[in-house]
């Protein structure tokens, strides 16, 4: 019985092993992705196989972009707060909120261009089948047919 | 006064047997005969199933041990360590690589950048 016992409990004791030994060695990727300085940059380039030269310019290209998208993100910021104050009291269609619906038509179309211009531009400087690749999968993301609604397929 | 009494019977009754003479002699076997018929009537306990405890403590104390039964029992059980860790690691990573894709999206977006 206790020689039962043992077996018993050693192949448990292989089987946690096993399960904790294999689930650590194919998730290290995974964690040493997350403890990088930039993860989604890190992560774009294991996902699109950079080398280290396409990353680099990948990264230029990445940091030239984020100023002006964060002027952007306060453009976007204080003219959604002026068409709230404009909605809250409205009970009629007004010129001033024709006019701030189509500020923020233009506001989208321009932030829009600059996003499709920065994907071109990083995408050209990734191999070609992996600038494709790239282009697809960002497309998909950022340009559904449904912008901002649930992806129902 | 009850058990002075019961005892008062029990010595009169132990007098009167030792008086008892008998001339008939035993029949053959006598005491033989008396034990089976002892044998005969006790209850003999019903048959029960065995429990799954029972089962499971005479499987690992007598099968387990074999050495062939145990190493094919490790190898199972490694076998489904690993097939686990395998496929939860890769869940994990799906994950994270999802995260991270969607990070990139929301850092380059303005419309999907969380605001403070």
């Known amino acids: ?38 993860p989604e940059l890190a992560w ?110 | 006064m009850k058990t002075n009494e019961a005892g008062n019977h029990d010595e009169a009754l132990r007098k009167v047997l030792k008086e008892w003479r008998t001339e008939v002699p035993l029949p053959p076997r006598f005491q033989e005969a008396v034990w089976r018929r002892i044998k005969l009537a006790e209850p003999v306990p019903a048959p029960t199933a065995p429990s799954v405890w029972t089962f499971i403590a005479h499987w690992i104390g007598t099968v387990l041990p074999r050495p062939a039964l145990a190493t094919a029992y490790v190898a199972f059980l490694l076998a489904v360590g690993v097939t686990a860790g395998w496929a939860q690691a890769r869940q994990e990573n799906a994950r994270v690589k999802g995260e991270l894709g969607e990070r990139y999206v929301r850092v380059l977006d303005p419309y999907q950048t969380p605001r403070r």
């Open chain 1, 1 to 38: 019985m206790k020689k039962g016992v043992l077996i018993l409990v050693f192949g448990l004791v292989a089987a946690a092993a096993a399960y904790g030994c294999i689930y650590f060695a194919c998730t290290a990727s995974a964690r040493s992705l997350q403890r990088t300085d930039k």
């Open chain 1, 44 to 153: 774009l380039k294991e996902e699109f196989n950079l080398s280290d030269a396409s990353f680099k310019r990948v990264s230029d290209l990445h940091a030239a972009y984020l100023p002006p998208c964060r002027d952007m993100c306060r453009e976007i910021d204080a003219h959604n707060v002026k068409l709230q104050a404009l909605l809250s009291g409205a009970t009629n269609m007004t010129p001033e909120i024709t006019g701030a619906l189509a500020e923020s038509a233009r506001l989208r179309s321009g932030c829009q261009t600059m996003m499709l211009r920065h994907f071109f531009q990083v995408s050209q400087a990734m191999p070609p089948e992996q600038g494709r690749r790239y282009l697809s999968w960002v497309k998909e993301k950022v340009f559904l047919p449904d912008y901002g609604m649930p992806n129902e397929k």
